[in-house]
């Protein structure tokens, strides 16, 4: 599977921003896709992750309530919609394929090559 993401940029803090992954490669639809970020001198965190059939859902509670993920198996793409954003959400987005909707980074299977998301206050 290889990933691709995208929809990343500089937006002001309360602001909103909608990330996308498009997969190719191997069948999408089988796996779990997610989200995960890493800030400049921190180690890579989970977000975000959605079952195959887009019923589970499981976030970071630092992002409950803000940022939703969705999938659209027709179209081979996993969103990231994220509202009301926070300079600490800065950071690049990476999107993943893996296992489970409560994997960690070395849980997953494949990583898309990341895009920045900058908040300013």
């Known amino acids: 599977v290889q990933l691709q993401a995208s929809g990343g940029g500089l937006v002001q803090a309360g602001g909103s921003l909608r990330l996308s992954c498009a997969a190719s490669g191997r069948t999408f639809s089988g796996y779990v896709m997610g989200w995960f970020r890493q800030a400049p001198g921190k180690e890579r965190e989970f977000v975000a992750a959605i079952s195959w059939s887009g019923g589970s859902t499981n976030y970071a509670d630092p992002v409950k309530g803000r940022f939703s993920i969705s999938r659209d198996n027709a179209k081979n793409t996993v969103y990231l919609q994220m509202n009301s954003l926070k300079p600490e959400d800065t950071a690049v987005y990476f999107c993943?394929?893996?296992?489970?909707?409560?994997?960690?980074?070395?849980?997953?299977?494949?990583w898309g090559q990341g895009t920045l998301v900058t908040v300013s206050s």
């Open positions: 993943s394929a893996q296992g489970s909707i409560r994997a960690t980074p070395r849980g997953v299977d494949y």
